[in-house]
T-cell receptor
Framework: QQQVKQSPQSLIVQKGGISIINCAYE??????FPWYQQFPGKGPALLIA?????SEKKEGRFTISFNKSAKQFSLHIMDSQPGDSATYFC???????????FGTGTRLTVIP | GAGVSQSPRYKVTKRGQDVALRCDPI?????LYWYRQALGQGPEFLTY??????QDKSGLPNDRFSAERPEGSISTLTIQRTEQRDSAMYRC?????WGAGNEQFFGPGTRLTVL
C-alpha cells in the first residue's frame, strides 16, 4: 500500500516554465514532508522540506505548498532550467519514526 | 568531505547464493538506513540503526534479509539464498542524528541482479 501518492509520473516543461509535482498522503501522523532530487546514477538528495505548521516554504526557485486539510503537498519549480531535469520524489515521515515513505517519483525534463 | 559510499556498485549473482552489501556512512553520523528501490519507484525502507543498535527492521521482507552495524559505523546488508525478486537497487543513507527533520544523505546504491 502506497503511503504517499505522487503525480504525474513524468513531466516535460519548456525552459523558463513552471514545473508542478503533486503528492497526497493518508496518514495524519505524518509531520515532515521532504522533497528529494535524483540525477541518473546518483542517490536522492534533499531539495527542500516542510512541516505542517506552515502552508508554504520557498527556497530560491523551489516552493513547497502544503494543504493540511486536503492532505496534499506540491513542489513548484519556477523558471525551470535544463539543469533541473531529474527525478523528484516526495516523501513523508512522522515524529518518533525514522523511516521515510517515498512517492513513486516524477521524471522531469526541461526542454531548452 | 566524503559522502555515503556503498560497495560493490554492481553485483550479479546466481539464484540461491548469498550476497553482502556494504555501506560506509558519513563520518560521525549516528543513524544509518537501508532502503530498496525498484526501477521506477521510490526508495522503500528496510531497516535502520542508531549507533550499533538496530532500531527498526520492520521493512525487511523476510528472514533471508539481515543487517548489522557492529561498531556503529560501517554496515552490511546480507541477503541469503537470493531469489530473482530480490533484484533491485539497494541504497544506504545516513543522518547526523535520528528523528524526522534530520536530513538523510543517500549513497549511490548497489545494483543487485539475481539471475
Amino acid at each position: 500500500q502506497q503511503q504517499v501518492k505522487q503525480s504525474p509520473q513524468s513531466l516535460i516543461v519548456q525552459k523558463g516554465g513552471i514545473s508542478i509535482i503533486n503528492c497526497a498522503y493518508e496518514n495524519t501522523a505524518f509531520d515532515y514532508f521532504p522533497w528529494y532530487q535524483q540525477f541518473p546514477g546518483k542517490g536522492p538528495a534533499l531539495l527542500i522540506a516542510i512541516r505542517p505548521d506552515v502552508s508554504e516554504k520557498k527556497e530560491g526557485r523551489f516552493t513547497i505548498s502544503f494543504n493540511k486539510s486536503a492532505k496534499q503537498f506540491s513542489l513548484h519549480i519556477m523558471d525551470s532550467q535544463p539543469g533541473d531535469s531529474a527525478t523528484y520524489f516526495c516523501a513523508a515521515s512522522e515524529t518518533g519514526a525514522n523511516n521515510l515513505f517515498f512517492g513513486t517519483g516524477t521524471r522531469l525534463t526541461v526542454i531548452p | 568531505g566524503a559522502g555515503v559510499s556503498q560497495s560493490p556498485r554492481y553485483k550479479v549473482t546466481k539464484r540461491g547464493q548469498d550476497v553482502a552489501l556494504r555501506c560506509d556512512p558519513i563520518s560521525g553520523h549516528v543513524s544509518l538506513y537501508w532502503y530498496r528501490q525498484a526501477l521506477g519507484q521510490g526508495p522503500e525502507f528496510l531497516t535502520y540503526f542508531n549507533y550499533e543498535a538496530q532500531q527498526d527492521k520492520s521493512g525487511l521482507p523476510n528472514d533471508r534479509f539481515s543487517a548489522e552495524r557492529p561498531e556503529g559505523s560501517i554496515s552490511t546488508l546480507t541477503i541469503q539464498r537470493t531469489e530473482q525478486r530480490d533484484s533491485a537497487m539497494y541504497r544506504c543513507a545516513s543522518s547526523i542524528f535520528w528523528g524526522a527533520g534530520n536530513e538523510q544523505f543517500f549513497g549511490p546504491g548497489t545494483r543487485l541482479t539475481v539471475l
